[in-house]
């Protein structure tokens, strides 16, 4: 790669840094795994930078690639449970510490349910609510037909509902924050 080049890459990461890392972070909703995600993304951005450089959406592209990465991260390491998960039981006895613990709580247990979501669905949850996009476009800038990307949000959004409802203490009917994606009804 020439300089030019790569002070163009160079430029165009500085703008989009912050947006990409949080991106990262939705995704992979672990901050070590979403600096490796981000990370090896790039490099494989940076290697085809002259030919992907005029891209239509060049950072839809990138959180593709950051897609594909966590979804080979997590099959690669698919026999070892995350450690970081939080179990039902921990939330469970948050839920009865105090009022505080609480809205922590919800919290960590709405983490632990888009823990076990796929990435496809994680990422269209993450692309609607964090950033407001239709499901027009979160399919364009996916890569996949719409009806497939309404498919991921209603399982997504299932699937939330049904890890929160199994929480003793959680009654039916309320609202459930998730922290920068909007809030879920259980």
């Given at each position: 790669?020439s300089?030019?080049?790569?002070?163009?890459?160079?430029?165009?990461?500085?703008?989009?840094?912050?947006m990409?890392?949080?991106?990262?972070?939705?995704?992979?909703?672990?901050?070590?795994?979403?600096?490796?995600?981000?990370?090896?993304?790039?490099?494989?951005?940076?290697?085809?930078?002259r030919?992907?450089?005029?891209?239509?959406?060049?950072?839809?592209?990138v959180?593709?690639?950051?897609?594909?990465?966590h979804?080979?991260?997590?099959?690669?390491?698919?026999?070892?449970?995350?450690?970081?998960?939080?179990?039902?039981?921990?939330?469970?006895?948050?839920?009865?510490?105090?009022?505080?613990?609480?809205?922590?709580?919800?919290?960590?247990?709405?983490?632990?349910?888009?823990?076990?979501?796929?990435?496809?669905?994680?990422?269209v949850?993450?692309?609607?609510?964090?950033?407001?996009?239709?499901?027009?476009?979160?399919?364009?800038?996916?890569?996949?037909?719409?009806?497939?990307?309404a498919?991921?949000?209603?399982?997504g959004?299932?699937?939330?509902?049904?890890?929160?409802?199994?929480?003793?203490?959680?009654?039916?009917?309320?609202?459930?924050?998730?922290?920068?994606?909007?809030?879920?009804?259980?």
């Amino acid at each position: 790669m020439s300089r030019s080049d790569q002070a163009e890459f160079s430029a165009w990461l500085r703008e989009r840094e912050v947006m990409l890392t949080k991106a990262a972070r939705a995704i992979c909703f672990d901050i070590q795994n979403a600096e490796d995600v981000m990370q090896e993304a790039l490099a494989d951005v940076y290697v085809r930078w002259r030919k992907i450089r005029d891209h239509e959406n060049l950072e839809a592209y990138v959180i593709r690639v950051m897609v594909s990465k966590h979804a080979d991260l997590r099959r690669k390491y698919a026999r070892r449970k995350a450690e970081n998960e939080v179990s039902i039981e921990l939330v469970a006895s948050l839920l009865k510490t105090a009022d505080n613990a609480e809205l922590v709580a919800e919290r960590l247990l709405v983490q632990a349910a888009l823990k076990n979501l796929t990435a496809a669905q994680r990422s269209v949850l993450f692309l609607i609510y964090e950033y407001g996009m239709s499901i027009k476009e979160t399919a364009k800038v996916l890569g996949i037909p719409s009806g497939t990307a309404a498919s991921h949000l209603a399982r997504g959004r299932s699937a939330v509902a049904d890890y929160i409802q199994f929480v003793p203490g959680l009654g039916s009917g309320r609202r459930v924050e998730i922290e920068g994606v909007g809030a879920l009804d259980e």
